[in-house]
């Protein structure tokens, strides 16, 4: 059968050079496989005819029968339209155009009988259709009956001709050259033991419904094609990682690490702590390389338990590092393990894009030499001139923020694969987070450590302020500091600096008596670093910033978040942000500050962060809310990796149901070696196409 992916979409009947460029740019659509895996993102039922007389101003769509009486061309220059006057016999409506006014004339003929689909809005007590589509009666048979597909195009696709019905009319030219027929990408027994209908069969009603049943059965098959391809690639390599690769066993837990944990700690572990410790080191021991995913909520002790695994490297003579996503990140693990460690020996060094040259000169060396046992970094630590004597152990903190090369390159830092630990306090949603690191043991945090209490998190409205002043001032009284974070919104960061600094001058005249200072993304790293310096130091009372400040910093006195325009932050970010504080012994308070104008789903976002502290119960709230895409950008799975018609927010089920199938497969042929697997073998190449299999890399 014609390889569907290589057949470029210039050699279309109706496309052509010019409309490929733009399919290309605009929809992502190169070849035939890319246009049939084009989904429509809704569709509207065309098997009912209304009347004029019928029409109301709340009807989504409509679908009429009738003539055109006259077209008029009215206004001038920009206000220039076309309107034809329309009647079913019970009423009369406009059709307006205001482009393609002459391809429209040429088109239509007065007094033919037409059929005319469109949204109706109300305008001067009349109601007209703009840009409505239109179609000879004698066509009724391919455009009225049934369920009506609508894709998303761009306003480049519609002036090039390429609206929703254009592209449903290529749907259409594609499937009839390939007689309704889609090479099947899943083997007979398989399809058999899932009960769901063919691949060609689900195409053809995903684009074409027969009926509503036979559309929701061609959803549910083409959401399980695409979660069971994701999660087979995904466990092949964990499977294959498991077999195959070997990690450098640490059989001892020696002096460094029961020593800081006999006389060092700074408070008993959680139980969820312990157990976690116990899962990294049972990894470590087993022979096998460890790749875990330790999740756990912001201030849950995760620094002290990667601490606690760097230990565990040294005791067993090898070195370990930390690689964070930012300086600020950086300098904060440092400091939090220099001031854990106590004069204990273990050498550490911190090696950033900051450090000068001179103390470069040092460091390299004694690292190369296996002198320094423990380094912590930001991406300088994955630079050529970085070597390592005997690195056993990779911690990555925050790994959504590094790209999936620059993590492989810390593989290539030792002669041995070191053990990888990947942290995060972003809490993940189970159905994402099987997605995205669905190859890695997952270990949790979800305890606070003792001492600490919930932070009480507020809603307030813009026109309040005064009093939100006398409770700063309150807190500040009682020797506490306050943060309030301004949002960084990419395409008005302008606007965004011009509202952080109007603040700052309104604090700095509101609270005269106290010190404010000011970090935003855009000062030099010196300068942001002393301004930070004064608030951690206690000099400073009040840091006005943009969202930099959402991971790393660590100001114990620091009992207060304010942030302002909350309406304008994800769930996720908030729910970071209130991190911040917390930290100490004392009660600690956000406030979330927003307009009173506030859409439900905004309003839903700032109930759910008034009423939990629970970081996965958001997570899943903002996923729901959300959309997975902007919880996460793109699915981290190589190319073809993009989600285009499964929901991570609603298909959590048939994503499990697609796990247990491809774990059941895998089970029996772990290398999909098997005949009648090699039709999976080749639909994997297709998808997940890659020079470099990143998969292996954590």
Not at 461 to 469: A, P, T, V
Not at 646 to 671: C, F, M, T, V
Request: charged share 25%.
């Amino acid at each position: 059968m014609l390889d569907l992916d290589k057949r470029s979409i210039t050699y279309l009947a109706g496309v052509g050079p010019k409309k490929a460029d733009i399919l290309v740019k605009e929809a992502g659509i190169s070849s035939y496989e890319d246009l049939l895996y084009y989904f429509p993102y809704r569709y509207v039922d065309r098997s009912r005819f209304y009347k004029i007389a019928e029409i109301n101003g709340s009807m989504p769509y409509i679908q009429l029968k009738g003539r055109i009486l006259y077209f008029d061309t009215l206004g001038e220059g920009r206000t220039r339209r076309l309107v034809a006057r329309f009647t079913d016999g019970t009423g009369v409506i406009d059709l307006v155009w205001f482009k393609g006014i002459a391809f429209v004339k040429d088109k239509y003929v007065i007094n033919k009988e037409y059929i005319v689909f469109g949204k109706p809005t109300e305008f001067a007590n009349t109601y007209n259709i703009a840009h409505p589509e239109i179609d000879p009666m004698n066509q009724a048979d391919q455009v009225a009956g049934g369920l009506t597909p609508f894709y998303n195009t761009t306003e480049k696709m519609k002036k090039a001709f390429l609206n929703s019905k254009a592209i449903q009319n290529l749907q259409y030219t594609l499937l009839k050259s390939l007689n309704w027929d889609v090479a099947e990408t899943l083997p007979s027994y398989l399809l058999k033991r899932i009960g769901m209908m063919s691949l060609a069969e689900a195409i053809k009603n995903i684009h074409f419904p027969e009926s509503t049943e036979k559309l929701s059965a061609a959803q549910l098959r083409l959401k399980f094609d695409e979660l069971f391809f994701i999660q087979l690639n995904t466990l092949r390599t964990a499977t294959f990682r498991k077999r195959k690769l070997k990690g450098i066993v640490f059989p001892n837990v020696g002096e460094m690490f029961n020593t800081f944990y006999k006389n060092y700690l700074p408070f008993e572990l959680t139980g969820a702590q312990k157990r976690v410790v116990r899962e990294i080191r049972a990894d470590m021991g087993s022979g096998r390389q460890m790749n875990r995913l330790l999740q756990g909520d912001v201030g849950s002790g995760k620094t002290l338990v990667a601490l606690l695994a760097m230990l565990l490297a040294v005791d067993n003579k090898c070195q370990a590092c930390l690689m964070a996503p930012t300086e600020i990140l950086a300098n904060q693990h440092y400091a939090t393990i220099m001031e854990f460690l106590k004069g204990m020996p273990v050498e550490v060094a911190l090696l950033t894009g900051s450090t000068k040259k001179k103390e470069r000169n040092k460091i390299l060396p004694a690292i190369a030499a296996g002198e320094i046992q423990i380094v912590i970094g930001t991406h300088a630590l994955i630079e050529e001139t970085v070597v390592f004597s005997s690195l056993g152990l990779s911690i990555i903190d925050e790994q959504h923020r590094f790209g999936v090369e620059q993590r492989s390159r810390l593989w290539t830092k030792s002669d041995v694969i070191p053990h990888i630990l990947v942290m995060t306090a972003t809490p993940i949603p189970r159905t994402l987070a099987m997605t995205l690191y669905g190859d890695l043991d997952v270990s949790v945090i979800d305890e606070l450590p003792p001492g600490r209490k919930p932070i009480k998190t507020l809603h307030r409205y813009d026109n309040r302020k005064m009093q939100l002043y006398d409770f700063l001032r309150k807190e500040i009284e009682l020797g506490r500091q306050v943060y309030v974070v301004y949002p960084l919104i990419e395409g008005s960061e302008k606007l965004d600096y011009k509202n952080l600094e109007e603040g700052f001058d309104v604090f700095k005249e509101v609270f005269p008596e106290y010190k404010v200072c000011m970090v935003h993304g855009k000062m030099k790293a010196a300068d942001k670093e002393a301004e930070m310096q004064k608030f951690v130091s206690g000099e400073a009372n009040i840091l006005l910033a943009t969202t930099v400040i959402e991971v790393g910093v660590n100001v114990p006195n620091a009992s207060v978040m304010v942030i302002e325009s909350a309406e304008r932050f994800g769930l996720s970010q908030l729910h970071q942000l209130r991190g911040r504080v917390g930290r100490g012994a004392e009660q600690s308070y956000c406030v979330l500050v927003s307009s009173y104008k506030l859409s439900n789903d905004t309003r839903k976002r700032l109930e759910i962060m008034v009423n939990s502290n629970d970081g996965f119960e958001i997570a899943e709230a903002d996923l729901r809310l959300r959309g997975h895409g902007d919880l996460e950008g793109t699915l981290q799975s190589g190319e073809g990796g993009y989600l285009k018609i499964a929901n991570l927010a609603s298909d959590g089920q048939i994503l499990q149901y697609a796990r247990d199938i491809a774990n059941e497969l895998l089970d029996k042929d772990p290398d999909l070696e098997d005949d009648t697997h090699q039709i999976l073998n080749g639909r994997l190449r297709k998808i997940f196409r890659k020079k470099t299999n990143w998969g292996l890399i954590s």
